[in-house]
């Protein structure tokens, strides 16, 4: 309740009588931890690679964000939502073009019987598979499953891949604990074309369902795009389809909580001996303990398709202890051990990983939520 008076009083300053119809909320969430990370870099002639230091967005994303609703009549609201990333470990929260980091912004209609459709940057349904279905919370530097995936260059995971601009979406209602999720995000590439090859519209396609219904939560995912060249290419621009499925889960038994994963990206391009197609599963835990804290644990595996590719293997255990319903401390250590024929390094910080070798990270921090 508090929340909404401040975001009607802040709103309120700008134009009054326009919000006095709105229901709106300002939320947020502040994530700083102390970072060290050493990579046991392959090689005579390398050294080992170090970071020491404060990090934003540890265990989870910093943010604001401001939603709200209209009640329109006959069970139809308008609604938005305008959330942008923080950096508070730095003087500043903005983007290299100079403005706010989106990490959603859209406006759309819902109904309580027929589901909600909005236009903008938004969340593809991997993002939520994976956000649910991960032991360490996908947090970027600790989750061994987001670190993998970060180096696949998959757009099934709970980060920026998986949010996507100029996109129409649907969410259905939910059926006995079952929902649906679609998105379109057009390319809007004007149909031009790159050697020859018709690009069209450039866009991509993602479906999901998850069921969720008391301790159970399965998801069911695809996703497709065009192929884009990247700087170690791993997947050539030949302008065919990549195309990406998952299947996850998780069950809470009580006295310890289970998830999993396997999914699979297929870029349709080249042959075996050039493409960028991986398949990645995971495993992990949380146990409860001592009445408000938990340990956690996972384990991820990422294998290339190309030829002699070889792949990356991840570890972590950590553990989280709530403060109360908004504040948490946490600590974590996660491992990555990269093949001398891997075709991307992972870790968890860029500048410790290097294709065959192993390295390491701690991290320490605190996550408030309001």
Do not use: C
């Amino acid at each position: 309740m508090q929340k909404k008076v401040i975001a009607l009083a802040v709103a309120g300053l700008v134009s009054g009588a326009a919000f006095a119809q709105s229901n709106v909320t300002i939320y947020g969430i502040v994530d700083a931890a102390y970072v060290n990370s050493t990579g046991d870099r392959a090689g005579t002639a390398r050294k080992n690679a170090n970071f020491s230091g404060i990090n934003s967005g540890v265990m989870a994303g910093s943010r604001i964000g401001f939603k709200g609703e209209e009640a329109l009549g006959n069970g139809l609201k308008a609604v938005f939502t305008l959330e942008y990333a923080l950096a508070n470990d730095v003087n500043s929260t903005l983007g290299s073009a100079g403005a706010l980091q989106s990490r959603q912004t859209w406006v759309g209609l819902s109904s309580a019987k027929l589901g909600t459709v909005a236009l903008g940057r938004q969340y593809a349904p991997g993002f939520y598979a994976q956000a649910k279905n991960d032991a360490l919370m996908a947090s970027a530097v600790a989750s061994p499953l987001a670190v993998l995936n970060a180096a696949a260059g998959n757009t099934i995971i709970a980060a920026s891949a998986a949010r996507w601009n100029n996109s129409v979406t649907y969410t259905s209602p939910t059926w006995s604990g079952l929902t649906a999720r679609g998105i379109y995000a057009f390319g809007e590439s004007g149909g031009s074309t790159a050697d020859g090859i018709s690009q069209g519209d450039n866009g991509m396609f993602g479906a999901g369902l998850n069921y969720a219904n008391g301790p159970l939560n399965l998801d069911a995912v695809y996703q497709s795009r065009l192929s884009v060249a990247t700087a170690s290419g791993q997947i050539p621009a030949t302008q065919d389809s990549v195309n990406e499925w998952l299947l996850g889960g998780s069950y809470d038994f009580k006295i310890a909580k289970v998830f999993a994963t396997y999914q699979d990206q297929n870029d349709n391009n080249g042959t075996s001996a050039n493409e960028g197609g991986n398949d990645t599963w995971s495993v992990g835990v949380q146990v409860p303990v001592f009445g408000n804290g938990k340990v956690v644990a996972s384990y991820a595996d990422m294998d290339w398709d190309r030829n002699n590719a070889g792949g990356s293997k991840a570890y972590a255990v950590g553990y989280v202890h709530t403060l109360s319903k908004r504040t948490s401390l946490y600590t974590t250590y996660t491992v990555v051990d990269n093949d001398r024929n891997a075709l991307v390094a992972a870790g968890g910080v860029a500048n410790t990983s290097a294709i065959g070798e192993k390295n390491n990270t701690f991290a320490a921090g605190i996550t408030h939520s309001f």
